[in-house]
């Protein structure tokens, strides 16, 4: 087992800090170099804008429009192959789930009609059953009490389950994902409960999904111990899904995607790193920092009403003086996005109506007042001109929260979702058989001659 910082014998400390310091010292690049060779960290233009490296039919994020040729801010817009989210969200009312029609959406082009959903259901659901072996030599072994990274191996080792797994055609590509689509959402439920039971020594209970239930019909029953849920936290967990289920090419994981496909490898390495990229809390691992925010900042201010004292806090927390130090208030700021976010106005919505039900109003009005103070607090300390907006991550836990479901799941339930546009994505990659993508980094360094060892200091 590797070692860390704390299983280092106190003779091996004083090594291992020398050890650090080079490291640092080799590592360190002049920040200048940067401005002089205009270099676009984060693949991102001087203006914040990121730098153009592929075309998508799949979705658009759309934060500005364009006004007599200068890019005016404006309210959020989402697109999925075309179709506006948050009408297609109103639209699909009258049914009662939506995020297997998102997925047939996002992995085909256009909305299924009744045949053509009822036939990917059929294979959809098909796939949901992992087997008993699986669950036991995978799952249940050397849990994690990181359920992305219990994900991340599970979907490593489906590998070895598959006949074809190196088949990068597209339809073999295409079952993978399917396949992939159905099983996230059981392998997730079952990591959490395997580390509930053998970490944290709770009961075990593992419930079969249900192939006459939605996605998030079975995320609840399987998450519960009762295996019961209104209508209201179904359909509310189903929206999340559709929110969270794509968002254009260039966000971290699903740039991650088309890199990784790009090289030629296979699906479930594929997905693995993008689970990977997903975890961070600079990506979808926010919704955990954001929560984790405001567990903190419900404890420090005393009257939740006091626009004062939350400020106050909020304050410490630009200062690096509160929550991680780290000088970020989590769910609020966005690349693209800015005077607001779609699909954060759509979740503000649902759990507005989730507060009412579950009578945690008082809650949603501090999420309320934090928003707006926020927003102008970061404007103040950026001195910026480019309005801010609440992102997706800022009501996602909260709405988590009162659906029941527990912390360790916030993370994983975004990628649950999320697989449906990373397997769209590795599909079109395919499809259009480009090139492997390979960004150019320019050395600074300096080339030395060879020094033999009794001559190096």
Known sequence: MAKTMMDLEPDMEESFSSLLNECMKSGAIDQNLYLEYDVKRGLRDSSGAGVLTGLTEISDVCGYDTVNGVK?????????????????????????????????????????????????????????????????????????????????????????????????????????????????????????????????????MLRNPDPEKSVAENILAMLRPSGEYTELEAKLLDVALVIHAEHGGGNNSTFTT?????????????????????????????????????????????????????????????????????????????????????RQVILKEYAKRLAEEKGRMDEFNLYDKVEAIAKRLIVENRRTFKPVCANV????????????????????????????????????EIINDGKIIRPAYKYVGHHVDYVSMCDRK
């Not at 998102?102 to 959809?124: C, H, S, W």
């Not at 339809?171 to 439920?189: D, E, F, W, Y």
């Not at 990229?277 to 900042?297: P, Q, T, V």
């Not at 909260?398 to 590795?426: K, N, Q």
Request: glycine letters at 6%.
């Open 393 to 428: 991550d800022f009501y996602s836990g909260f709405v988590y929260d009162m659906l029941e479901i527990p912390i360790e799941m916030y993370t994983p339930i975004f990628a649950i979702s999320r697989i449906a546009g990373w397997s769209a994505h590795r599909l079109e």
């Open 258 to 342: 088309h890199v990784v496909t790009s090289s030629g490898t296979d699906t479930y390495s594929t997905i693995a790193a993008a689970i990977c990229s997903l975890k961070g809390f600079r990506h979808g691992g926010a919704n955990l920092k954001a929560r984790g925010m405001f567990i903190e900042l419900m404890k420090e201010v005393k009257d939740w009403t006091s626009e004062d004292q939350i400020e106050a806090y909020l304050r410490r927390v630009l200062n690096r003086q509160a929550f991680d130090h780290n000088g970020l208030i989590y769910g609020i700021g966005h690349a693209v996005y800015t005077v607001s976010d779609p």
């Open 72 to 204: 005016v801010p404006s309210d959020g817009r989402l697109y999925y192959q075309g179709y506006d989210v948050t009408k297609l969200i109103k639209g699909l009312q009258g049914r009662r789930f939506a995020f297997e029609e998102t997925a047939y959406l996002l992995l085909f082009g256009a909305l299924p009609n009744e045949r053509q959903l009822k036939d990917f259901m059929t294979i959809l659901h098909a796939q949901m059953d992992l087997s008993r072996k699986f669950s036991r030599d995978v799952i249940m072994k050397a849990p994690s009490s990181n359920i992305m990274n219990a994900l991340q191996r599970s979907i490593l080792t489906l590998y070895s389950y598959d006949a074809n797994p190196e088949d990068i055609s597209v339809g073999n590509v295409l079952l993978q994902s399917i396949n992939l689509i159905a099983k996230t959402p059981v392998i997730s439920v079952y990591a959490y409960w395997a580390d509930q039971h053998i970490n944290k020594h709770s009961s075990l």
